[in-house]
């Protein structure tokens, strides 16, 4: 990120996007890393990811953007759980 105050300033208007949205209950982390930004959590489906990762890159554009966001998978598990 070439100006910090800059990063932080649009990382902050993202943030009050999403909240804004939809996606806005989804407990996404957003984090200025120096020269990236990080966007971590997990969302309920890939359509929320994909969203995610198009309105990220639509506020964060020119911004080296890592993204560590992943779907939960809803599904019952295959076999029961072993408590020891």
Known sequence: MNDPAN???RIAH???RLAAE???ELGIRIENRGS????MGTV???HCRSE???TVNDELVGENVHFDVVVADPA?????????
Do not use: W
Request: zero cysteines; a negative charge; hydrophobic letters at 40%.
């Open 7 to 9: 990063a932080e300033y």
């Open 14 to 16: 993202l943030k009050e």
């Open 22 to 24: 939809e996606l806005g």
């Open 36 to 39: 990236s930004v990080s966007v």
């Open 44 to 46: 309920p489906t890939a």
């Open 52 to 54: 995610l990762l198009r």
């Open 76 to 84: 019952a598990p295959d076999h029961p759980e072993e408590v020891a």
